[in-house]
């Protein structure tokens, strides 16, 4: 039976994404982006996307890393880099869609939208809605970038990841075919908020 994992946002944490691996056990392992920066271990979690075969969306984050390493800071081994030149900004599959930010409610998602949006039409005032709030399609929406609201679970329509494992919150899961959330203590908090 295919065991479908998408995994919030990873930030270098490679003792927690191992153990969460370990626990769920999948057949595909999809991440919805931010995969490195941050956190302590950009090497092991390397070494894991290989061992597993790992896909992942674009986060902000991660290009972040790349902005970087063009700049002479390399954060993560040359091969790491290639790999994330490469990431979609989706990743679909029958009824779901995998995202870093967020989707336009209204149309067109921009790829600035895809890897940062949070609030609809932007996030320069707090009263603005969530995109999530407006969305109204029929495919479950994961993404991740919201560790300061932790779990989103509005499920069906949408499904936020980022539980703020490198602060010291939770590195969270969640497998397509069962419907189970999973998530792993973080071992310490690696960046304050």
């Not at 991660?62 to 063009?70: P, Y």
């Not at 703020?164 to 497998?175: D, K, S």
Request: aromatic share 8%; hydrophobic share 40%; with cysteine.
């Amino acid at each position: 039976m295919s065991r479908t994992l998408v995994v919030g946002d990873v930030h270098s944490c490679a003792a927690e994404l191992s153990a969460l691996l370990s626990c769920a056990q999948p057949t595909r392992v999809i991440l919805v982006g931010d995969v490195f920066n941050k956190g302590p271990d950009p090497e092991g979690v390397w070494r894991l996307v290989l061992e597993w075969g790992v896909e992942s969306v674009l986060g902000n984050h991660d290009l972040r890393v790349l902005e970087l390493a063009k700049q002479g800071d390399r954060r993560v081994p040359v091969a790491a880099l290639d790999w994330l030149s490469t990431l979609p900004l989706f990743i679909e599959g029958e009824g779901w869609l995998v995202v870093h930010g967020g989707l336009n409610p209204d149309g067109e998602t921009t790829a600035e939208q895809a890897v940062r949006l949070r609030r609809w039409p932007d996030d320069t005032e707090d009263s603005n809605p969530f995109w999530w709030e407006l969305y109204r399609g029929d495919r479950l929406i994961i993404y991740g970038h919201d560790a300061v609201r932790g779990l989103q679970d509005h499920r069906p329509r949408t499904l936020g990841l980022d539980t703020g494992c490198v602060y010291g919150g939770e590195l969270t899961g969640f497998i397509i075919e069962t419907g189970e959330v999973i998530s792993v203590a973080a071992s310490a908090s690696y960046r304050s908020v």
